[in-house]
């Protein structure tokens, strides 16, 4: 695994913004994946975290593109 494999923090926002945002970003073929850990910690039986923030990944070399579709989306 070299540095570009790597996931990336690329945007926290609910849930609406964030399936816009991956749509757009599947559009560019770039994939990405999610972690809510509120809903991760109800499942497991502890409370934590903030109910609408859902963090967004990315591979660290498509996180340039990435910021460019996001900030056009949230801007």
Avoid at 15 to 34: H, P
Avoid at 35 to 40: I, L, P, T, V, Y
Wanted: glycine letters at 10%; zero cysteines; hydrophobic letters at 40%.
């Amino acid at each position: 695994m070299n540095d570009k494999d790597k996931t990336v923090l690329v945007y926290t926002g609910n849930e609406v913004i964030i399936d816009r945002i991956r749509v757009n970003l599947k559009k560019e073929g770039i994939n990405s994946i999610t972690k809510d850990g509120f809903h991760q910690g109800i499942n497991a039986g502890f409370v934590g975290g903030t109910p609408s923030s859902i963090d967004l990944f990315v591979l660290e070399s498509d996180s340039e593109k990435a910021i460019e579709i996001i900030n056009a989306i949230v801007d």
